[in-house]
């Protein structure tokens, strides 16, 4: 079936600088891509999307990319604050369900 | 405000018991999904739902039921066939027509006491 790969399962950076976390998936007919946050013992929440029509698209400190010929999209939150600590996932839509990534904990240090 | 609500938030069950969970919607999504959650884990599909009267198994449907009578409504019931239900169960919705986000519910933690 179809599926999506995301590294790293942890990432932890000083606070003030960059992360950045790589999803990959596997269909080709795929055209919208969701990253979600989600906190400890609360439900995930969608922090950006981006439809393959672009390649990039910016919220403030976050920006997704996406590349479809290499069939990969990557988050990047940009100067990092210990709000941002949590676990992310990234998800690719096939027929009409999200097929989701395992996840990245992002550990902000102070 | 729209949004999706989970209840209970906490649920305890003794061996043997059948327990639901409840969901429910007021953003008129059609499409609704349980999924389970076990700790630092991913999500794994268990039962979906894009219109009423009809339902889908998810990869571990193995143990659960569901219906939905309502739009609005998407119980899911964790029966004593599931050998090992302690999880958080996340329920999540989406608008039918077109490629969109879910919108997830805050979440139930199931624990078998």
């Known amino acids: 079936g179809e599926n999506v790969e995301q590294h790293p399962s942890t990432l932890s950076v000083q606070e003030g600088d960059s992360a950045v976390i790589k999803c990959t998936y596997s269909d080709s007919a795929s055209n919208y891509f969701p990253w979600y946050k989600q906190e400890l013992g609360k439900g995930p929440q969608l922090i950006i999307d981006?439809?393959?029509n672009v390649g990039e698209k910016k919220d403030q400190r976050i920006a997704v990319t996406l590349n479809k010929t290499a069939k990969h999209f990557s988050l990047h939150i940009t100067e990092t604050q210990p709000e941002d600590s949590a676990v992310y996932f990234c998800?690719?839509?096939?027929?009409?369900?999200?097929?989701w990534g395992a996840g990245t904990k992002l550990i902000i240090k102070p | 405000d729209g949004g999706i609500t989970q209840s209970p938030k906490y649920l305890f069950r003794k061996e043997g018991q059948n327990v639901t969970l409840s969901c429910e919607q007021n953003?008129?999504?059609?499409?609704m999904y349980w999924y389970r959650q076990d700790p630092g884990q991913g999500l794994r599909l268990i039962y979906y739902?894009?219109?009423?009267?009809?339902?889908q198994k998810g990869d571990i449907a193995e143990g659960y039921s569901v219906s939905r009578e309502k739009k609005e409504s998407f119980p899911l019931t964790v029966t004593s066939a599931q050998k090992n239900p302690t999880a958080f169960y996340l329920c999540?919705?989406?608008?039918?027509?077109?490629?969109?986000?879910?919108?997830f519910g805050s979440g139930t933690r199931l624990t078998v006491v």
């Open positions: 981006i439809r393959s």
């Open positions: 998800a690719s839509d096939s027929n009409y369900q999200l097929i």
């Open positions: 999540a919705s989406r608008p039918g027509q077109g490629r969109n986000g879910y919108t």
């Open positions: 953003l008129n999504h059609d499409a």
């Open positions: 739902s894009q219109i009423v009267n009809d339902f």
